[in-house]
């Protein structure tokens, strides 16, 4: 990340971001990305410049940090610490998930709230952009231990959140048991059943049909349509998808639906290549059912399937790629093994899963590149539906919803695509999904003053 490549109107707002942010990597990883593709509009759009519009956007409206203590099965008190970062809310409530685990910190919040924020934009939806987490793992923990994490979690984070004001979701670390205990949690300090302050919530107590699957279904819709843009189709592609989380569950799911097949998946402790095609039931009663490992699903399906615990998933061949686990994941050596190993096209899942040098090597190759920001915002667009559904004390059916996701999809894909044309950059979905949103937010920003 260089200087020289940012528009000399976004220089100096670089670098006050990078003095006022210090020691925060991932936080000023975003913010380059989405500058680097403001060259079209700088100069253009005085009134951003006036207002300082994108000085404003750099700066969340609200941190809180707060602690949190819990005890151990053992008796044993643990301390962890909380955040969220409420970033912009000039189109709505904030809007972003919860993320647990160890890597946490105030800079992977920012960068994951700062995404959010353009993210929610694409989607259409009235909602602003935050995220929030601890760095506590639950990993190994027993029910009890999370549900007591939990509820003090939620003991601080109540009086910062509502349907109207902040509306948190579930994220890595956090799934349906952790939305539960923290649902729990806020409905018995605020005394009230407002569904709408959480989504992700189970459909016995207001949840929404297709929120489990949204993003991974999301992110195989998106490159579904990218691919017809060239007049192509996932059937009969081989791809390889990296996680084994929700994401990369529900995406594998859907690729196979739609008839691609997945061939490779991963976890923490490697990955796992089955040349027929990932056995999708097998894999979800092992990671969602029994919270294994991949080592289990290769030891359980048999036959040629490999359990590999060094190397890079991204050296498996294939024509798609899918990054769904985390951010950074995917560097330039890793960019450079798809290219070898015939990939033609590469969508986010993740949020930022790919370093600027990997996007730029997919560039310069001519492999069919979308941010997350695009391709993986189905997650909060059906969160968004969720909203809608407690709003009216409805409950839509999983076909109706799935139905509305995909057409959400196909419009933030066809938005992207009209952008990026527009401004000079035809077929470039990064360009076409910053500037989408970028000028949403500033247009509305611009709209209702300084504040």
Not at 50 to 60: A, N, T
Not at 271 to 281: Q, R, S
Not at 332 to 342: F, K, P, Q, S, T
Request: net charge negative.
């Amino acid at each position: 990340m260089t200087l020289d490549a940012l528009h000399p109107n976004m220089q100096a707002q670089y670098e006050i971001v990078l003095e006022r942010n210090p020691g925060e990597p991932e936080f000023h990883q975003a913010v380059y990305e989405v500058m680097l593709s403001l060259t079209p509009i700088a100069g253009k759009r005085p009134e951003y410049t006036q207002w300082s519009v994108l000085k404003r956007m750099c700066e969340p409206e609200r941190q809180i940090i707060f602690r949190v203590p819990w005890v151990t099965d053992d008796g044993e008190v643990r301390i962890n610490r909380g955040f969220r970062v409420e970033f912009n809310s000039v189109l709505g409530p904030y809007k972003g998930g919860l993320r647990f685990h160890p890597s946490v910190n105030l800079s992977i919040i920012k960068f994951l709230g700062f995404e959010q924020v353009y993210k929610n934009a694409l989607t259409g939806m009235p909602i602003g952009g935050g995220k929030g987490g601890s760095d506590f793992d639950p990993k190994g923990r027993s029910d009890a231990e999370i549900m007591r994490f939990c509820q003090s979690f939620m003991t601080e984070l109540y009086r910062h959140i509502g349907e109207y004001t902040d509306v948190p979701a579930g994220d890595i670390g956090v799934g349906g048991r952790e939305l539960g205990y923290l649902f729990g949690q806020y409905k018995r300090i605020a005394n009230r059943y407002e569904s709408g302050v959480i989504t992700g919530k189970g459909l016995a107590w207001g949840g929404s049909q297709v929120r489990t699957e949204a993003t991974g279904y999301g992110t195989a819709f998106f490159a579904q349509r990218m691919l017809a843009e060239r007049g192509q189709s996932l059937e009969g592609k081989r791809v390889v998808v990296s996680g084994s989380g929700n994401v990369a569950l529900y995406a594998v799911e859907k690729v196979h639906q739609l008839g691609g097949t997945v061939v490779a998946c991963s976890d923490s402790n490697g990955f796992v290549v089955d040349e027929a095609g990932l056995d999708i039931a097998l894999l979800k009663e092992i990671k969602e059912v029994r919270r294994g490992r991949l080592s289990d699903y290769a030891a359980e399906r048999g036959g040629s399937v490999r359990h590999i615990t060094d190397g890079s998933i991204w050296e498996v061949p294939c024509q798609v790629a899918l990054p769904c686990a985390t951010q950074n994941e995917l560097p330039e050596a890793a960019a450079l093994a798809l290219i070898r190993g015939g990939v033609e096209l590469v969508a986010e899942g993740a949020n930022m899963p790919s370093t600027p040098e990997a996007i730029n090597v997919f560039d310069d190759a001519g492999v069919l590149f979308a941010p997350g920001k695009a391709s993986n915002a189905g997650g909060v667009a059906t969160s968004a539906l969720e909203m809608q559904q407690n709003a009216s004390r409805d409950s839509w059916t999983f076909e109706a919803t799935e139905a509305r996701l995909e057409t959400i999809m196909a419009s933030i894909h066809d938005r992207c695509i009209e952008t990026a044309a527009e401004f000079g950059a035809p077929g470039n979905y990064v360009v076409g999904a910053n500037l989408t949103a970028y000028i949403k937010v500033a247009d509305a920003m611009v709209a209702l003053g300084v504040i």
